[in-house]
Structures are given as C-alpha cells and as structure tokens.
C-alpha cells in the first residue's frame, strides 16, 4: 500500500551513511528524464554518481544506476537482504517503496558514490526519498494534477506538497514553463525556508551546441532544467562542457517516445511508438507528437491502451484519440511488489474510447500477445502506438525481452 510519511524510512536508513550529495527531483512529468539527463552529465564529467528513479521497467533492479550502469542483480539483492532483514528485526514495518529505496542508498553508500541523482517517488514532502542528508540542489519539473488522492485536488496543492523537497540554503531549480500559479507556491515556500527559486533557461552557451529541432518542446524544457541544475552542482573547477554533448546525445530513455520494433511478437516490419503517459498532461505532449509526427499522410491511429484504476481516462484519451482510429484495451499484469497499484478493467478503457468516438474497438482482457496482434492486423503498416501506463510499458519490454531470449536459444 501507499503510506506516506518520513518515520519508517528514517528508522531503516539509521545505519546508512550518506556521506555523497545528492539532487534531489521532484514534479508530476519529466522527473524521470531530467534524472537521466543530470546522471549523463555528471558520468561525463568524472564524477562517481548513482542514479535512483521508479517505477522499475522490468526488474526491481533497474530504477538503481551506478555511473550509468544498471546495478548488478547480485549487488542489488545483498542490499535489499540487510535492509530486508533491518526491517525485520527493528519491527518497522516499512512499505515496499521505502524499502525499494532504502535498498538504493544501502547501495550508495556501498558503491562510494559521489553524487546521487534521486527522482521522488509520490509528491515530495512526506516521500521517502525526502530523508536526504546533503542536498546540494532541488528540481521541481512540470507540474500537474496526478495523484489527488495523496497530494490535493488543485494544482497549488500538489506544487505546495512537492516544493517540501526544498531546503533552506539550497537552491532550487524550476521548470519555467509551469503556470503562473506553481510559480507563486514554489516562490512563497522558498521565501519562507530561506531559500533560491532558479527558473531553468533555454538560453544558455550549452544548448547552443545543439539543435533544439532534435528535441521535442518538453524534452527541450526537461534539458534545461537538468543543464541549470548541473551547473549549480558542479563545482569542480575545471569545464566538462565539451564532454556533455555528446553524453546527452547518446541518451535514450525507455517507455517517453520510445520507436520499437515488435517484429519478434507480431511480425510487423514497421516500427511502433511506445510512451508511458498516464495523466492528462503527459498525453497532451503524446497527442500532439502523434498528430505532428505520425498522422500526416495516415491520418488514423492504431492504439494499444492500458491504465491504472483511478486515472482521469477521459482527460488521458482527449487529446490523443480521434473517431477514425482504432483501439485495444488491455490489462497490466500485476506490479512486482506493488500490489496497490491495480489495472483498470478493458471494458471501461474501451467506454472512455467510446466517448471519443472511436468505434473500431477490442478488449483482450489479460492477453498482451493478442492485443498487439490484433492492432498489427488492424493497423496494416499504418502507425501504431502503446500507451497509457509506465506498467503496460513494461509489459511490452518484458515480452520483448522473452521473445529475444527464445530466439537466440534458437539460434545456438
């Protein structure tokens, strides 16, 4: 289950050093992406950092980097063990997220990291990762309404429970294309702790050396949020900036328009667009990469659609749904560890559909395999996209990396 509150992790990191500063991110999109971004610069630049983002893609693992590098299972299972066992014998009773990350920063400080690059998990204020001992800069992304149950229903609720990230002393950086409003909470909090609100910039000597037409709008503005916030964290005296290109060039970040090929599960030879939006705003930038990208000339969609229980599905398949493509709905599977997190039924993906008057539907209840076949079908070489759900995007990688195995043990 979600638990909020700062005791239980606390309790479980009372015997773990963290001697390595950190930065900390918070927001309700492009969390994750500023982490990879911050994470390839400070590798670049010669400084030992580990990397703790969430939900995991396919393994409990691969939320935790070292210097870029998914951890070793081995590694990442002798950490889990102590904390495991620390949880155990102290009676703390923690949740698996606070033991996901207690098992991170058990890592860390094995690792004798440098720097941490932390994405928070759920808000800000009372998320577990908010009991980092040395921050040395916040990041506050684009910020929307998710989560309401947990963090408020106005969108200066959910800034005022993720600007509790924020210390007094260390700066913060915020992402310049929130609204106004954000912008006053973030401010006002800041103000009242005793510290710097940094709006992130596009213009700066750094961005020059790439062109912003390789980058869609919001990649750009996650960019600069992450370039803004290295620049306050490296302190170093020489200049790295020669090897940043190309490390921020070489990023790809799995499941944020992700083009892949499904030719082992479904024999289609055209390439698919796999994204993780799952709340209004992150289908917003999805819609209009679709219309901008995919549709001239096709004109119809085919769609691969799962949610969690209790998303704002109506808002999700607005901007992305038009009355002439087609749909199938599908069900994650269950989330290792995470039992909370629930999938929402095909039948009711397919009545928010509906709405859009989309009329060529399918529910494959459970079955991925079937919902992809049906959709390449369908499709008929036409674009196809799977979206909805970080955990349907894990699914789909799951399934891929099972199909790739069986062929290569073919092939032996």
Excluded at 74 to 93: C, P, Q, T, Y
Excluded at 106 to 125: H, N, P, T
Excluded at 215 to 234: K, R
Aim: proline share 4%; aromatic share 6%; charged share 25%.
């Amino acid at each position: 289950m979600i638990e909020l509150g700062l005791g239980r992790i606390a309790r479980l990191l009372k015997h773990t050093p963290q001697p390595w500063k950190a930065i900390h991110v918070a927001g309700t999109n492009g969390k994750g992406t500023i982490c990879a971004y911050l994470s390839a610069m400070l590798c670049a630049s010669g400084v030992r950092v580990g990397r703790f983002t969430s939900p995991h893609l396919i393994d409990r693992w691969d939320g935790v980097t070292i210097n870029d590098q998914t951890v070793q299972e081995s590694a990442f299972k002798r950490a889990e063990d102590l904390v495991m066992d620390r949880n155990h014998r102290d009676g703390i009773g923690a949740t698996e997220f606070e033991l996901l990350t207690a098992t991170a920063f058990e890592i860390f400080a094995q690792e004798k990291i440098e720097m941490g690059v932390i994405e928070v998990g759920l808000g800000g204020r009372l998320d577990s990762t908010n009991t980092l001992k040395n921050k040395v800069v916040t990041v506050i992304s684009k910020i929307g309404l998710d989560h309401q149950s947990f963090l408020g229903n106005t969108i200066e609720e959910i800034a005022r429970e993720k600007a509790g990230i924020m210390r007094p002393g260390v700066p913060c950086v915020l992402d310049e294309s929130n609204p106004p409003a954000v912008r006053r909470v973030v401010e006002d909090y800041a103000q009242e702790i005793g510290t710097d609100v940094i709006l992130s910039s596009t213009e700066s000597s750094f961005l020059d050396g790439l062109s912003e037409e390789d980058f869609e709008p919001h990649q750009w503005q996650n960019l600069a949020c992450a370039y803004t916030a290295f620049h306050l964290a490296y302190t170093k005296p020489e200049s790295p900036l020669h090897r940043l290109l190309p490390a921020i060039q070489n990023i790809s970040w799995p499941g944020r328009l992700q083009t892949l090929d499904i030719r082992s599960l479904t024999g289609r030879r055209e390439l698919v667009l796999l994204d993780g939006a799952h709340n209004v705003q992150s289908a917003e930038v999805l819609g209009s990469y679709v219309n901008g990208k995919l549709r001239k000339g096709a004109g119809s969609v085919t769609w691969v659609l799962a949610a969690s229980k209790g998303k704002e599905l109506d808002g999700i398949l607005k901007p992305l749904l038009h009355p002439d493509d087609r749909v199938a709905a599908v069900k994650f599977t269950p989330v290792d560890r995470m039992p909370w997190i629930e999938a929402m039924e095909p039948e009711d993906v397919l009545t928010a559909a509906y709405a859009c008057g989309v009329g060529i539907t399918c529910d494959t209840g459970e079955d991925l395999s079937a919902a992809l076949r049906w959709a390449t079908t369908v499709a008929d070489g036409g674009p196809m996209v799977i979206a909805g759900s970080l955990y349907l995007v894990s699914d789909v990688l799951l399934l891929l990396r099972d199909a790739e195995q069986r062929i290569n043990q073919f092939l032996r």
